[in-house]
């Protein structure tokens, strides 16, 4: 039982008022107490050990030193190692993190934003899940201080921190291209998310732009509830056939955790059989049995500068920063050059 | 900018009392209120966004609906696929999780229980690092609700849940020396935590019941500072000599990981060259070229106890509650039946 010890309780037991305690323990008038109450005031409050209540303190100045947090699965790399960082820029300003996973569901999300704000966080950093534009105009008109990160919706003028995923992606298969590839697939997560569908964009215009002509059969949308086993079909599906894809770009790293297990399972060979590029750099594409080419996000980057966003508009009037940062390919084995191939 | 909109700003608009709103968002005194008063009041306040402020409640009910969180690290996905689960386990009784990583540093994780009981917290799950004993009994004599999980102090009579370390590493090297292998190398961190103890002490008590000699040489610790250069350092160690180990048996993840980059950057083949076998299954072990022998810890059952415990604690009188729990010995390739081999 945590019977917390109040200001009253050190009065009583030192034989001054409540007021007097108040005053010494917040450092007030100092000058007109004497110096040896004092002193019993603060022995008394260490032995009771007494903490500032910080809930008091919070009603009067309307700041709980708290942000809330939605990701989409803190279970996911992505997700927790963008946590992480989070956790520690706001320890640098004294603020703690409350956080949930949304499952990419909006009912969860709707459901959470509300309890952190009933918790009275001072603002929100916010991973939206797909149909979450009402909510976050909810938001927007109720001045809570926010920053969304990873996904925006490009409709709504609001703070975000986010890839510039079109031109990551168009650079992944531009790398595919050069290195002599051509038939190149594509499987990504079923979503009407925007950064998920830049990802998309980018791989069809570098296509479009080295004239090469898309197999519509070759983009694989896989729904998030059946991961695995719609990964495993797709890629199945991709490499059947006379003129099977010779490259394969996975926009997600639970697709391509998937994706990897299967190609391995396959005993195919990377990048002989099949070449390989994916989005985010996690621990586990370090075991696959060759190097994988990969997608780097500024993870700490994101994490800072919406953090810091955040502390601004929490602080003074509320003003849109829109960052787009830039990812980095990091080449590696999984797209050495094509081996010369007869031409189908 | 959020100024919370309070129960006077709707008892202006609305033009009758502040006490009157309070009823009437409350549900008191139903009958003593006029329906189109109680109507017009909810109105308002949806209009203008209200909500329930949480921490004037909460300065009421000595409540917040809030358990604190610290664990090692929210990166590493042992604790983050905990964090989700005592997420999960904590908003079904329509609590909150706020979160720190202690990195395993005393200080950290003092200044974080700190920060966290000023938050008011209604209690705490603890992953307590080395050498916070007197942080635990400080929380004890000031009767703060806690559980500590993954680790405990045996000196200390606290609530807990944890793995049985020691009967669980015992059955990994037992079945490593049913396996055919004799000269069996362990790599574990430098730490002084009970669990990592229980470990080594499992590991020792099976080579010793199989009257095995033990070569000192074969138990390598790294610091947790320079974990990856050490651990190939002690890989090295290991295979070096005349009577290199034959099987090598990893006390936890971020070191098995390490250790496997390391063993597959050599090009050895597990388990002909090498059999292994690793605490905790991570997504990682998926992608290694031979599916690897892990003990799989239960992860829910950990989180929804230490949860449940929690609860019940703050709820109650305090309880002491120690949960011991078994894990599980997964058996893959990575610890086939040793080759026949010279006998040395």
Redesign the interface.
Same mark, same amino acid.
């Given at each position: 039982?945590?019977?917390?010890v109040s200001l009253k309780d050190i009065a009583q037991r030192v034989g001054v008022s409540t007021t007097l305690v108040s005053y010494v323990l917040n450092n007030q008038k100092e000058n007109r107490i004497k110096k040896e109450v004092a002193q019993k005031i603060r022995e008394v409050a260490q032995e009771l050990?007494y903490?500032?209540?910080?809930?008091?303190k919070?009603?009067k100045t309307?700041k709980?030193?708290?942000l809330g947090l939605i990701v989409a699965?803190?279970?996911n790399?992505f997700?927790?190692?963008l946590?992480?960082i989070i956790?520690d820029e706001a320890?640098r300003h004294?603020y703690?993190?409350?956080?949930?996973?949304s499952d990419e569901n909006p009912q969860k999300s709707r459901k959470l934003i509300?309890? =952190?704000?009933?918790?009275?966080v001072?603002?929100l950093i916010i991973a939206p899940p797909q149909e979450a534009e009402s909510q976050i105009a909810d938001l927007q008109?109720?001045?809570?201080?926010f920053v969304l990160i990873d996904r925006y919706f490009p409709d709504l003028k609001t703070s975000y921190v986010a890839l510039d995923n079109c031109a990551v992606a168009y650079s992944a298969v531009d790398h595919l291209i050069a290195q002599g590839y051509r038939r190149i697939g594509l499987i990504t997560l079923q979503s009407s998310l925007y950064h998920m569908n830049e990802r998309k964009r980018g791989y069809l215009a570098s296509l479009k732009d080295h004239s090469l002509t898309l197999d519509k059969s070759w983009l694989k949308e896989v729904p998030e509830e059946q991961v695995k086993a719609e990964t495993e079909k797709a890629i199945g599906d991709l490499l059947a056939g006379p003129q099977p894809v010779e490259a394969l770009f996975f926009t997600n790293n639970t697709v391509a =955790?998937h994706g =990897?297990?299967h190609i391995?399972s396959l005993r195919l060979h990377v990048p002989d059989d099949l070449a390989i590029v994916c989005f985010d750099e996690?621990?586990? =594409?370090?075991?696959?049995?060759t190097p994988v080419t990969c997608i780097r996000q500024p993870l700490r980057e994101i994490g800072q500068q919406a953090t810091k966003i955040l502390l601004e508009n929490?602080d003074?009037?509320?003003k849109i920063t829109q960052v787009n940062l830039q990812a980095e390919l990091v080449i590696r084995q999984s797209t050495a050059q094509a081996v010369q191939r007869l031409v189908h």
């Open positions: 039982m945590n019977r917390k050990n903490r500032t209540n910080q809930i008091a919070s009603l309307r709980t030193a708290t699965d803190i279970a790399p997700s927790s190692s946590a992480r956790e320890s004294d703690t993190v409350i956080f949930g996973s509300d309890t =952190l704000l009933k918790r009275q001072d603002g008109r109720q001045h809570v201080p =955790l =990897l297990k391995q996690t621990d586990a =594409l370090d075991l696959f049995s929490i003074k009037t509320s």
